[in-house]
């Protein structure tokens, strides 16, 4: 079974043990026969910022574009010619109500960040300037511009700016524009944690001003941030291009809860198997394995003057899985790849007699092959029970196995990379921003696999992300970087997570408390009283 339903498919295609109650209904939006169905409908409430909580392809753009008013919902009766007043029909008395007659009255502009900022040049040729000045409805531009440090690119054209650039234009774009409804599809990818913290901000601001009566809906991956940002949240759920169910919406704390925890109490469903937890306490200091790595102070410059990195020389010890954490443009990948050797350093050197399994930032697999032919060409265990279990269903292979690597998504390309990096037997594990390009669910499943990869092989693994609770899951120690951005970074020795935490969070003017039912990391109000007091003490993530 798919593991959503439990008693009759809708789709008559699988057995099930129990039908969810919105599937008993007509669903909202069926394109055909067998085709994608889409149950329920977010709700934009004006003054407030709405997330969604769910993996792609439950039918969130399908969604938005009913509520944008770009397709008429067909309410399952694919077909007949649908109207918008049977859709209002359907909501009469719902809280939808209001929104779909304004709606009809064409009374909804619509703002929209698009999910894949990467296609924008291909969209748009000219200066970042050109783009963003054509949005400026609001005579906020040089505000967002400022405040999203775009300054040094608006005279750059667009096909030449980084991917943190580009999402940080788009997220420029979108708030600039004067609309009445405002869909952000995820804010965070490429972006660091301080840009992260900015965007949220930014759209807060944008909800919370008084005069305007805005609604913004928000698509996003990292939970941390969703958390901070949202006032309420709808959570989706159900089988990625089958049909997908939009829950009414539940607070952010209790939202975040149950999908952590696997379980939606209103509805009754399950939709994961076990349960995510986080250690609330710092994990004791761990009796360490044997070093494995013992590594000098290393330098390394880019051209005259232009990036330096320092490494404070260190040690990484068989069997932990160490988490490296700091800005952009700050070294992490350069360090990365100096240990992986394709990047030699200026002075000190890594001339250590280990195998090592990288994988990059930026994955680059074009060859002409599908991915079983890959990953079979990289380990003998392909296909074995141990390694299906351990690998390819955790990261979701089983339906992409047939496909052409050159076809595949983001999302579907992260998988195989990750995939083949903890397929080559190696003796250090380098996975640098694994989380990119996942959606919530698979960031779950993929800290799962590596996690457990490294719990039963003794495997050292040195894992570069953003996101704080892929971190907190994974990490048995931490690495920060510090330093100026683009100019000079630091990277200091690994440290215990308690004064990594400390150490990164300070730099960011970040305290997290923890959540009373999962103990998951919440991030503080700035100014709170929970916040002054961890700071005076100190203790930024693993408050006593
Ligand atoms: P999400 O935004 O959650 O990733 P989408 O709404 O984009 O999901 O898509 C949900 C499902 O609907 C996908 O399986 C997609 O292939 C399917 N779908 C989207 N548009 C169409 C269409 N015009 N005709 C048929 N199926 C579609
Ligand atoms: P991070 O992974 O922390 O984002 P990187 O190690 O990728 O940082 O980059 C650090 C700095 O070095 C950035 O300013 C980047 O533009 C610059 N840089 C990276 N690779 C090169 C290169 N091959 N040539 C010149 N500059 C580079
Ligand atoms: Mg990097």
Known sequence: TCGICVEKCPFDAIEIINLPQELTEEPTHRYNENAFALYGLPVPEPGKVTGILGPNGIGKSTAVNGLAGEMIPNLG?????????????????????????????????IARKPQYVDQIPKQFDGKTRELLEATDERGELDYLVDRLSIRPVMDQPIDSISGGELQRVAIAATLARDADFYFLDEITPYLDVGQRMVAARLIRELAEDEEADRSMLVVEHDLAILDLLADSIHVGYGEPGAFGVITPPKSVRKGINEYLEGYLTNENMRIRPEKITFEEH??????????????????????????????????????????????????KSTLAKMFAGSVEPDEGSLDFE????????????????????????????FGTSYWNTE???????????????????????????????LSDESDLYVLDEPSAHLDVEQRVQATTAIRRYAENHDATVLVIDHDIYMIDLLADRLMVFDGEPAQHGHAKLPQEMRAGMNDFLADLDITFRRDERTGRPRINKPGSQKDSTQKRQGEYYYAP
């Open 354 to 381: 280990l195998d090592i399994s990288y994988k990059p930032q930026y994955v680059e697999i074009d060859q002409p092959m599908r991915v079983d032919s890959f990953l079979s060409s990289i380990t003998d265990k």
């Open 391 to 421: 690998v390819a269903q955790p990261l979701q292979l089983e339906r992409i196995m047939e496909q052409q690597l050159t076809d595949l998504s983001g999302g579907e390309r992260q998988r195989v990379a990750i995939a083949a990096c």
């Open 77 to 109: 009766d694919y077909d007949d010619e649908p109207s918008w007043d049977a859709v209002l029909d359907r909501y009469r008395g719902s809280e939808l109500q209001q929104f779909i007659n304004r709606l009809i009255d064409g009374e909804i502009e």
């Open 282 to 331: 710092a994990p004791r200091a761990t009796t360490k394995g044997m070093p494995l790595v013992e590594y000098p102070d290393l330098k390394k410059s880019y051209g005259e003057g232009e990036f330096s990195l320092d490494v404070d020389s260190g040690t990484i010890y068989e069997g932990e899985v160490l988490g490296i954490v700091g800005p952009n443009g700050i070294g």
